[in-house]
């Protein structure tokens, strides 16, 4: 079996390089190789690849057969190319003046192609980069004015609890002063409804104390007079007076009725004309007088 261009595999897990070798097709992967010609590590962008220009030539001219993957290298860094210059050499197509110009400048085309594409990866990099910068920028302002906002927002809240605050203590000043004034005029007034309380109780004092003088003798005691003491008076003493008379003697009779008669007119008449009641006193003694004066006949 023909020899093999192949890669075998070293590194970690997930982390891998392989070298390239040439070993024999019938061997492993990982077995024996006959000789090792360079390394590729496909992990950067673009991947390192480490190759013997030459030794790849000559075993590829000695009729080595590259895998795929080893193919795609050997494109990549030439060696397939200058294989086929080769082959028109040897069949005259080509001088080999012609083969190297052909193939320097296949490199330079190359090279240019290679760098281009590591600018435009530097550049793409640098563009995340800042695409990210700015984004943190914007992040970071965003933060700092909503930092600034709440302390602004604080800042306000904290003057409106203060206006809030003198507010209620102006507010609760103003109430105590409602309050001492309603106080004051409460007292006042209070003072004002005593005093005119007073003076209508002096006139009403007053008002009582004039009638009764005034009224006592004229309008009810003339009537009663005249009404009740009469007639009781002349009914009842006028029989008690004729039985008396007929069983009792005429000389104890008219010393009593002197005696009383004196000291009780005298008493009682005295005192009662002082506390007003002088229709009294004529009423009650007409019909006494009256009635003492039949007992003495």
Do not use: C
Request: aromatic share 4%.
């Amino acid at each position: 079996m023909a020899t093999m261009m192949r890669l075998q595999r070293f590194g970690k897990k997930r982390s891998p390089f392989y070298h390239i070798v040439i070993a024999d097709g019938r061997a492993p992967r990982d077995g024996k190789f006959i000789e090792n010609i360079g390394s590729y590590n496909p992990i950067p962008n673009p991947a390192e690849i480490k190759l013997n220009f030459d030794k790849a030539l000559d075993w590829l001219q000695k009729g080595a057969q590259p895998t795929e993957t080893m193919r795609a290298i050997l494109s990549f860094k030439g060696v397939l190319y200058k294989h086929h210059l080769i082959k028109g050499l040897k069949k005259g197509a080509l001088t080999e003046a012609e083969v190297e110009v052909k193939f320097q400048s296949w490199l330079k085309d190359k090279e240019a192609k290679v760098e281009a594409k590591l600018s435009g990866l530097a550049e793409k990099e640098r563009n995340e980069k800042k695409a990210t910068f700015e984004a943190e920028t914007k992040i970071n302002e965003e933060r700092a004015a909503e930092l600034a906002k709440r302390k602004a927002d604080e800042i306000d809240a904290k003057a409106a609890a203060a206006k809030e605050a003198l507010a209620e203590v102006e507010a609760a000043v103003e109430e105590e002063v409602v309050e001492e004034e309603v106080v004051t005029k409460e007292a006042v007034a209070a003072k004002v409804a005593e005093t005119v309380v007073e003076e209508k109780k002096e006139e009403k004092a007053e008002v009582k104390e004039e009638p009764k003088e005034e009224a006592a003798p004229v309008v009810e005691e003339e009537p009663k007079a005249e009404v009740k003491e009469e007639p009781k008076k002349e009914e009842k003493e006028e029989p008690k007076a004729e039985v008396k008379e007929e069983s009792k003697k005429e000389e104890k009779e008219e010393p009593k009725a002197e005696a009383k008669e004196e000291p009780k007119k005298e008493e009682k008449e005295e005192p009662k004309a002082e506390a007003k009641e002088e229709p009294k006193k004529e009423e009650k003694e007409e019909p006494k007088a009256e009635e003492k004066k039949e007992t003495k006949e």
